[in-house]
């Protein structure tokens, strides 16, 4: 695995339809079945070690799957331990931010834990670099922009999550201990653009030059 | 050999049994109860990946109604949420049904990437005991089992040892029982997992890399029942020990054992 200039032995937690927009868009699913309710809490899943791949490097896509999926994503780095904590307090347990890029094997259903789809080898593009709470200012103005081999392919309203940062943190501390070094993704987009291998996929946070920029590009992965 | 990781007098130690005693490696020999217990894992610079597996016997997959898996049912757990033998594992106030999960867990040994079944046990370290506590009230259908049924603090006790593969011919032929308060709740047996420790190593293995020192909890068989603040939970399996565990009530500070007492006293 890499070991990123970033990350270090913190959890890294993603979670589940935070975008408006994609709540939304499975509102009428959500109470049929298999799920037959809306969730309730966040619903998080873990990118492993293994996933982690430093900005700059390749990743590779297995045979089986054409096109991966881009979950550009602002993440928080924890910083002061964060367990039921306030909303009105959480932003303080945030040590920084760093831009992250979630790859996920398309996948239709959420209905049991997406190990398969999203703890590939690689799969999770970290960096370039963490930037202090104060470049970042309010995290709910950030807007993150994806491109594909330079096309702009995707906005990203981090303003537009039924959880902003602050609620996301006190809602999972509320039942799991966010640790020094943990990293909460505030959540990704709706229609997340696919990507292949010989593509180069690059996001950035428009007007925050401190995050930088975070470039990967895709090749098949070796027979 | 039994390896042990604990806190005593000051420091962390490594440690391995001995004559029913522990030997910690600066030759210091102690009693098992005169230690704190921590999970018999060396830390890592990286998060460890602690996989676990849902409905892995056939019988306890009935026992939740659901037929059996065509693959492997798997979720991944925080490293937070380990805790070592002899500690207390917190029932949140207000819920209906919290149960234990006698499980084995393998620990990894050497980076596996496309391992092949046949050669999956060249990849094992050893094994230790999982208790993979489920709150059941929070389980919703969404990446089901969601975390906040499965990664609360204090919710996976593990140990008491870490035992060499090499002390474990065969880790598919082992038996495992949990008791509650003395009184046997669950047994069952290794051989009757749907998806034996090679699968899962291939299976897993074909699609992201496992690292020395990563987990693999397997599953647990039928007889899971509710567990109260005060219940001693013991999870042992065949060959590699009991992991004792207690309820407690959140916010409460764990009571102090009457030998914690008895040496505190004036």
């Known amino acids: 695995m890499t070991i990123t200039p970033v990350l270090s032995a913190g959890t890294v937690y993603g979670v589940l339809l935070n975008s408006k927009e994609e709540w939304n868009a499975w509102a009428a699913q959500m109470t049929e079945p298999p799920y037959k309710a809306p969730p309730k809490a966040p619903v998080l899943y873990i990118k492993t070690a293994n996933t982690w791949s430093a900005c700059g490097s390749a990743i590779a896509v297995p045979a ?91 906005t990203v309203d981090c303003g537009q999550m039924l959880r902003p940062a602050a609620q996301l943190i006190a809602d999972v501390s509320e039942f799991m201990t966010l640790r020094r070094g943990d990293v909460l993704l505030l959540g990704l987009g709706a229609h997340r653009p696919l990507a292949r291998p010989g593509q180069r996929i690059e996001i950035r946070a428009h007007g925050i030059p401190a995050l930088g920029t975070l470039s990967n590009s895709l090749i098949a992965e070796a027979a | 050999m039994k390896h042990a990781r604990i806190a005593y007098d000051g420091a962390i130690h490594d440690a391995t049994e001995q004559d029913g005693q522990l030997h910690l490696a600066d030759g210091r020999t102690v009693d098992f109860d005169a230690v704190v217990w921590l999970p018999p894992l060396a830390p890592l610079p990286w998060p460890r990946t602690v996989l676990a597996l849902g409905l892995n016997y056939a019988d306890h997959a009935k026992e939740l109604a659901f037929k059996a898996p065509e693959e492997p049912l798997v979720f991944i757990k925080g490293e937070g949420s380990l805790i070592g033998h002899r500690a207390h594992t917190v029932r949140p106030t207000g819920v209906d049904y919290m149960h234990y999960e006698c499980e084995l867990a393998v620990v990894i040994g050497r980076t596996a990437k496309k391992v092949r079944r046949e050669d999956a046990y060249d990849f094992i370290a050893g094994y230790t005991v999982a208790n993979d506590y489920a709150i059941r009230d929070y389980l919703e259908n969404w990446y089901r089992p969601n975390l906040r049924v499965k990664n609360r603090d204090t919710c996976t006790p593990l140990g008491p040892w870490l035992v060499d593969a090499a002390d474990i011919p065969n880790p598919m032929n082992l038996a495992l029982q949990t008791t509650v308060n003395g009184q046997v709740t669950q047994s069952g047996h290794t051989r009757d997992m749907i998806f034996d420790v090679p699968f899962l190593i291939e299976y897993f293995s074909s699609f992201m890399t496992l690292h020395p020192g990563d987990l693999i909890l397997t599953g647990t068989p039928d007889g899971v029942v509710d567990c109260r603040p005060g219940d001693v939970i013991v999870t042992e399996i065949e060959g590699l020990g009991a992991l004792v565990n207690t309820i407690a009530a959140p916010a409460l500070t764990p009571p102090l054992s009457r030998r914690e007492k008895e040496k505190a006293a004036p």
């Open chain 1, 64 to 154: 089986q799957a054409p096109q991966v999926e881009i979950g550009a994503s602002l993440a928080l780095v924890i910083g002061a331990p964060a367990h039921r904590v306030n909303a009105t307090q959480a932003l303080k347990h945030v040590a920084g931010y760093v831009l992250v890029n979630d790859l996920s094997l398309p996948h239709a259903s959420f209905y049991r834990p997406p190990v398969k789809y999203k703890n590939l080898d690689g799969f999770l593009g970290i960096g370039p670099k963490l930037a202090a709470p104060a470049e970042v200012g309010d995290p709910a103005a950030v807007r993150l922009v994806v491109r594909v081999d330079g096309a702009l392919r995707q």
